[in-house]
């Protein structure tokens, strides 16, 4: 087999095949539009377009498509071939700049939570020449922004875009004010590390729950779990090694940058992380991922689940998006530099994130709400659903020093000041990886795990560029007025810290004392739920923030809003229907045929031996038809519990009833289900089990 770079990126329409392919002069109208958002003409897009569909071609291409990432979470893709008629009656492969720039899909079913009525289809996607074009199947896929008929963000894509030149217009105004003149553009980068679990296909087709909702509905907890810690960065086994390698491939075809994988904690949970990249492309590289992890698992036998909690008493899936700030110089913003000016520039830096984050805690978890991942936050292998930001000890130390005027003595000694005397020079990575925090410094980088596994990382980026974008709207503002500069500089830091600090945390965020310190006495919010937090949304500090800076209008937050309650409500109740749909048919027939058989067992003890007790047999046969009893009053119980719900119109009193209601119905099902199974025999179990799943894979 060929050499990873002989073959990383074949399947790309990359800058190494546009400089091959292009005109000298094509490519430099191309690369002026990617790097500055110059206006792309007409001829150029001709060109680019002829150029990328005889490289796709070549490559045995037969289609194209715009691929954008509608609200639903997934990606979507409408495909048309490159042929049209000949006047002999043949076909000739064409493809023009028109078709590369618009296309026009059937928009009626993607949700729009209200931006569109159903009837009206329209809808256009834009392609977005930032990420590169890429071949799938035989197909030419075109990265695209999705919007409706009068400009409204239908997708993900756009409003990270618009939220990516939000920071880049607030960033470049604070580096001119150091005296910056160099750099052009300022980018998020990201770096999201992918957890997910694989399970053996035969035994996810035998149960009902994972084929419709990806995680287990019902399943006693098995005699081991993870309790060991020995499947953590253990020996991974030969057919998932396989697996990896083969993922990695596709991976690498596609120019993503895979990097890290090992066993994660969990029995059957590993992880997958790259190398870092600009946010846009970041995201559509993790939407890329997702769906090669499920497609060449199926080539393996396997099942890849993607579900934020798979399995009830083992650890859940996140992905924890690595974000940090770089120049078009090769800068990254919050690394800490060898001189106090450096200095003076990263703590600015730094403190316009942790301002963001306390300012914008709601907005942050809001962009990772979902009715998986509220399953996961909180639970003892997740952050928290309480925003805290963890520094580590010494830059917690000197933000403690600025903020007191306060001699820091660790590395060197006297005052801490800003950009004039000599401030204390940080080490490359002055923390530690606190794995309890839901947004922890690391280094150079600031760690966001509360992102689902199965979450677009755009929606976090939104908020956290937009937020980051707005505090340093208000340094620069300030800034840019002031008399003395230094001075200016430095009261503006102290302040920061003094009026955000309660938003510092560096102690174990799963302890419970933290949460009630929290909420009760630095007043942070604690929002468990989606219909907790999502409704929040539409807070008029959270409307501004995102209105001001151009990056959702108050009818795109308004059907945000709609689109993720309904989406949760659809989700339990699907899952409430599987839930009734299983007990009766499947788990209440296999208790049953084994109280049965007990019962003639008991029976046939009698005649030959007479007089026996049959105490065992008589015994399991009454717990066994108790268990049957409640889980037919449960099942029953939740069955109209669901159909009540026909009555209720407003979203959000849905989501709430849910949460209420539906929820608890299906613990309260789910347990007597749980012990019947334990004592069930493995013949009459209708489905495999935890143990099977977990441990099934060789």
Known sequence: MAAVPEYFGSMVFDDRVMKANLSAEVYRSLRKTIDEGAKLNIGVANAVAQAMKDWAVARGATHFTHWFQPLTGVTAEKHDSFISPSPDGGVIMEFSGKELIQGEPDASSFPSGGLRATFEARGYTAWDPTSYAFLKDKTLCIPTAFCGYNGEALDKKTPLLRSMEALNRQALRVLRLFGNTEVRRVSPSVGPEQEYFLVDADMWAKRRDLRFTGRTLFGAKPPKGQEMDDHYFGTIKPRVAAYMA?????????????????????????????????????????????????KVAARHGLVC??????????????????????????????????????????????CAVIKAVDDYQDLLRISVATAGNDHRLGANEAPPAVVSVFLGD?????LGCIEYDAPYTSIDTGKVRLGVDVLPKFRRDTTDRNRTSPFAFTGNKFEFRMVGSADSIA???????????????????????AEDFETALQAMIRKTIQDHKRIIFNGNGYDDAWIKEAVEKRGLLNYPSTPDCVPHLLDEKNVALLTSHGVLSRAELVSRY?????NYCKTILIEANTMVDMARTEIIPAVQAFALDTAKTASAKRELVPGCPCGCETELVKRLSALTDEIYRETGALEETVLALATVEDIKAEAERIRDTVLPGMGRLRLPCDQAETLTPKKYWPFPTYGDLLFGVR
């Not at 890290?260 to 997958?272: F, G, I």
């Not at 009830?312 to 001189?339: I, Y």
């Not at 010494?394 to 000197?398: G, S």
């Not at 937009?466 to 340094?475: D, F, I, N, P, Q």
Request: glycine share 6%; charged share 20%.
């Open 305 to 350: 689940l993607l579900h934020e909690k798979p399995f009830v008493g083992v650890n859940g899936s996140g992905k924890h998006n690595n974000w940090s700030l770089s120049t078009d110089t090769g800068v990254n913003l919050l690394s800490p530099g060898d001189t106090p000016y450096e200095n003076a520039q990263f703590l600015l830096f730094l």
């Open 394 to 398: 010494e830059l917690a130390a000197i």
């Open 459 to 481: 929606c976090a980026n939104i908020m956290l560029n937009t937020a980051v974008a707005e505090s340093l709207k208000v340094y620069a503002d300030r800034l840019e007025g």
């Open 246 to 294: 083969d993922l990695n491939d596709e991976l690498w075809k596609l120019g993503i940058l895979a990097k890290t994988q090992h066993n994660e904690v969990a029995p059957a949970q590993h992880e997958l992380a790259p190398i870092y990249t600009t946010v846009n492309i970041a995201t559509d590289h993790n939407q890329l991922t997702m769906e090669l992890m499920q």
């Open 562 to 566: 709609e689109v993720t309650l309904e």
